[in-house]
């Protein structure tokens, strides 16, 4: 359809060299059947429409490597 937004990301995976987490958009494909039970709601994100597309936020803390 022209002019259709493109569907949204399945997920975003932010990184550091240690460790990985994955945060998950509302309404996404396999939220409510995620055969590793890995989806918590605090890690789904629910975008928000804004001028320039959608935007979310998310804060999380990194523990100190030890």
């Known amino acids: ?3 259709a937004p493109p569907p949204p990301p399945k997920g975003v995976r932010p990184r550091t060299p ?6 998950y958009f ?4 396999h939220i409510q ?3 590793a039970s890995a ?3 605090e890690l789904v994100l629910d975008p928000q ?6 935007e979310v936020t998310h804060h999380f803390v990194l523990d100190p490597a030890s």
């Open 1 to 3: 359809m022209p002019g």
């Open 18 to 23: 240690d460790r990985t987490t994955q945060l």
């Open 26 to 29: 509302k309404g996404g494909e």
């Open 33 to 35: 059947d995620d055969v």
């Open 39 to 41: 989806v918590k709601p």
């Open 49 to 54: 429409p804004t001028e320039g597309g959608n």
